[in-house]
């Protein structure tokens, strides 16, 4: 039986929530792992077999409160400092490894410092120069943030933390790069190579693992499921994720759009949404503060999402394809990528009714989508999940993990009714 320690950012449940499953692949093995994430994590990290630990106060983030990659990146420095005096103390506890996210600066320091195996989990594409050339819309959105003063601070920071814990100091690119890559002697990553260009550029190190999707963990949430299982008519799912969801014109936008669209709606508008937001709304279509997503995955022909990588990996895995209104820079990304691969279709920040309409039709309407989500889902599929990822930890480790197999109770890509 090993030991490790677990360091991702708290209050992000994208970048957490795929790592439940290899938390739990890890327990069922016999190792101990102890998880440091915000509170509200502590229940799905305790039910997964790990032990959680709350951050010393205070370490708040807040990602909807950084509009950029450089604010993000200041964020990111604060909190490497604030963990500071933790890392101290753990250091004391001697774990066998140490696990982390990808943009957990302090999580690789550890690492360093006590000179134990390092496993990096990243939840969005690698930061690489080939996903960046081979994207010119996003140098055009970066280029305004290469601001040398600010950059030279946050690589400052960085190498006072390093200075605290004994280390050397890395380089300004290399530094900078670890505010959100971090490359550690595993990089686990959750989507599949189709998804990140240049895929085949990186080093052995890194693994793509695909995605684990767990029906189990949302089983007991109320929900119609009969309604859900009717088939008459296609079901198209509508989600903004867990941060960008108060948007009341976009719901709006969406019950008009698919107003007299002959489909079954379920519109998932997040816990703090107002009924009054949106009335009128027509019988077939349903706003609900929360669904049970991969169940609703299922049963639905398409899904009108903010491109997400979590909703994507969890949309392409059941071969459904996509109308994607991104909300973020990395979402544009993310959303540009599935268009490039035929899966889906890619509309404005602020789409009208007009295109959200023509958009779910088209996509109903034109096989090839379905088609090339399904091709999706089978590379998915491929890449192994949870048992991947803890089968790759058990090689770097040197320790025989016999992970038994997760009872996940997922079928396969089904061909879904259009309405043509």
């Not at 948007?247 to 709006?252: A, I, L, N, Q, T």
Request: with cysteine; net charge positive; proline share 8%.
């Amino acid at each position: 039986m090993g030991y490790g320690i677990f360091l991702n950012i708290p209050n992000t449940p994208g970048h957490i929530n795929p790592t439940l499953a290899v938390v739990r692949a890890l327990a069922e093995a016999g190792e101990r792992i102890t998880y440091y994430a915000g509170a509200e994590a502590a229940e799905a990290i305790e039910s997964h077999g790990a032990r959680f630990a709350a951050y010393p106060d205070p370490m708040p983030f807040d990602s909807a409160s950084c509009p950029n990659v450089l604010e993000g990146g200041r964020a990111l420095v604060r909190l490497t400092e604030q963990a500071m005096p933790l890392l101290e103390q753990l250091a004391a506890t001697k774990p066998d490894y140490v696990l982390f996210g990808n943009c957990c600066p302090w999580g690789k320091l550890l690492a360093q410092h006590l000179g134990v195996p390092s496993i990096c989990t990243t939840s969005t594409l690698v930061s690489t120069v080939p996903m960046v050339l081979g994207d010119p819309l996003l140098i055009l959105d970066l280029l305004p943030l290469a601001r040398i003063p600010t950059l030279w601070g946050l690589y400052r920071r960085l190498n006072a933390c390093r200075a605290q814990l004994g280390l050397k100091p890395r380089n300004p690119i290399a530094a900078l790069i670890d505010i959100f890559r971090n490359e550690a002697d595993l990089n686990l990553v959750f989507t599949m190579p189709a998804m990140q260009r240049g895929a085949a550029l990186l080093s052995k190190r890194y693994r793509f693992v695909g995605t684990s999707c767990e029906l189990d963990r949302n089983r007991t949430m109320p929900f119609d499921r009969a309604w859900l299982r009717d088939d008459s008519l296609p079901l198209v799912y509508v989600s903004l994720g867990t941060i960008h969801h108060e948007k009341p014109d976009f719901y709006r936008t969406v019950v008009e759009g698919l107003r007299t669209l002959p489909c079954r709606a379920l519109v998932a508008t997040g816990p703090r949404f107002d009924p009054a937001w949106v009335t009128d709304v027509p019988g077939h279509i349903r706003l609900v503060p929360c669904t049970p997503q991969l169940e609703v995955l299922q049963h639905s022909s398409v899904f009108i999402s903010h491109a997400g990588m979590n909703s994507l990996n969890e949309s392409l895995y059941f071969g459904v394809p996509l109308l994607l209104v991104p909300q973020t820079m990395e979402q544009e990304v993310n959303a540009r990528r599935v268009r490039s691969l035929g899966a889906g279709l890619l509309l404005r920040h602020n789409p009208s009714p007009q295109q959200i309409r023509s958009g779910v039709e088209r996509l109903l309407q034109q096989d090839r989508y379905r088609q090339n989500a399904q091709r999706l889902a089978g590379d998915l599929r491929a890449c192994g999940g949870a048992q991947a990822a803890a089968q790759a930890i058990s090689a770097l480790v040197g320790r025989d993990m016999a992970t038994p197999r997760l009872a996940a109770d997922i079928t396969t890509p089904r061909t879904r009714q259009g309405s043509g």
